[in-house]
C-alpha cells in the first residue's frame, strides 16, 4: 500500500512518519552497482546521504520525500573520478529540491493556470525560492519549445512597465509578442524600441511572416513602423483595451479643461467634476440606477455648457 501511494517505479520504502507540519516519506532506489564514469571500473560502496525532497501533498497534508541516495567511490587510484551520488530523473532533478512530478505540477500551476509562485509555495509548504527554480528549471522546456511559433494568425504587440530600478527610479520597459487568436505569449523583447522587435520579426521565416493576416497594436506609433515594416501584408488592427484607454484618456483631459476653465483651480473633493470622474468612464452596465442618476446630477452641477457630457 506504501509503494502504491508514493507511486514510484524501482524504489523501495523505507517508512513512513508523522511531523507536526508535514508526512515524512523515506525510500531508496533498487539500483545495481554503477560502473565509473572515467574509467569505467566497477564503483565501490562509499555509504549513503539523505537528501529531502519537497512532494506533492498526501491527503490534503504536505509531505516530504527522503530519499537516501547511494554514493559510489572509484577503486581506480589513478581515476579523476573520485566519488558521485546516484541520479535518477524519474525521482529528482539533480538541481531541484522538488521531486520531479512536484515540480512539473508547480509549473502547470504557475504557467497554464496563472497561480502566484507563493500560493503554491503556500501549498507545498516550502520556501517561494523553491517553487520558483523549479518553475525555470522545467518551464525552460516548454519556453524553448518552437511548437509555439506555428500557424500564427494574428500577433500582438504590447509594451510593460515592469519595474523601476537605481537611485533615480530608471524605468525598465519591455515589449510582449502575443499570438492574440491563440492567446499565446511568444516572446519578450527587451525595451521598447523598434529595432529589437524588427530584429525578431526578421529571425522568424519569410513563410511565417506571410502567414500573419492580422497585426494587433496599442495605437502607437511605434509599433505601425514595424507592421509596416516587416508585416506589410497584415491588417493593423487596435485592440479593445487601448480603443477603450484611448477614449477614457481623452475624457479625462476634457474634465480637467472644463474644471479649470469653471473654478480656476484642479479638482477638489466637493468640486461635481472631481467627484464623479469614477463613474465617467464606469462602464454603463456596472452603474446601478442610483449611480446613473448621481452621475447625471453631478454633471448638470459641474459641466455647464455640457462639454464632459458630450465627451
Known amino acids: 500500500m506504501c509503494a502504491l501511494l508514493v507511486g514510484l517505479p524501482n524504489v523501495t520504502i523505507l517508512g513512513v512518519g508523522e511531523w507536526p507540519s ?32 519537497v512532494d506533492l501533498p498526501v491527503f490534503g497534508r504536505p509531505a516530504r520525500l527522503a530519499w537516501r541516495k547511494q554514493r559510489w567511490r572509484c577503486p581506480n587510484p589513478g581515476c579523476v573520478v573520485v566519488t558521485w551520488s546516484e541520479q535518477d530523473p524519474t525521482i529528482a532533478s539533480q538541481r531541484s529540491a522538488l521531486t520531479t512530478r512536484a515540480a512539473r505540477w508547480a509549473t502547470r500551476q504557475v504557467g497554464k493556470h496563472g497561480r502566484a509562485v ?30 509555439r511559433y506555428a500557424t500564427v494568425t494574428a500577433v500582438g504587440l504590447d509594451e510593460t512597465l515592469y519595474k ?3 537611485r533615480y527610479r530608471r524605468q525598465c520597459w519591455s515589449t510582449q509578442i502575443v499570438d492574440v487568436e491563440r492567446g499565446q505569449l511568444l516572446d519578450v523583447v527587451a525595451g521598447r524600441e523598434v529595432h529589437p522587435v524588427c530584429a525578431w520579426f526578421a529571425a522568424r521565416p519569410a513563410e511565417w511572416r506571410d502567414g500573419v493576416r492580422w497585426a494587433t497594436l496599442d495605437l502607437s506609433s511605434a509599433y505601425r ?11 493593423q488592427v487596435a485592440d479593445p483595451y487601448h480603443v477603450v484607454h484611448l477614449a477614457n484618456v481623452a475624457l479625462d483631459e476634457c474634465r480637467r479643461r472644463v474644471q479649470n ?23 454603463r452596465e456596472r452603474l446601478t440606477v442610483e449611480g446613473h442618476e448621481r452621475l447625471i446630477g453631478l454633471l448638470a452641477a459641474g459641466d455647464p455648457k455640457r462639454e464632459v457630457w458630450f465627451a
Open 22 to 53: 508535514w508526512l515524512r516519506v523515506e525510500v531508496e532506489t533498487r539500483s545495481p552497482r554503477a560502473d565509473c564514469a572515467g574509467c569505467g571500473t566497477a564503483a565501490w560502496d562509499h555509504g549513503q546521504r539523505e537528501v529531502l525532497l
Open 225 to 235: 513602423v514595424v507592421f509596416d515594416t516587416m508585416l506589410p501584408d497584415a491588417t
Open 164 to 166: 523601476r530600478e537605481g
Open 118 to 147: 507563493s500560493e503554491v509555495a503556500d501549498d507545498l509548504a516550502c520556501d517561494w525560492h523553491t517553487v520558483m527554480d523549479a518553475v525555470v528549471l522545467f518551464g525552460q522546456v516548454l519556453i524553448d519549445d518552437p511548437a
Open 261 to 283: 476653465e469653471t473654478l480656476g483651480h484642479r479638482g477638489h473633493k466637493d468640486d461635481p467634476l472631481y467627484r464623479c470622474r469614477r463613474r465617467l468612464v464606469m462602464a
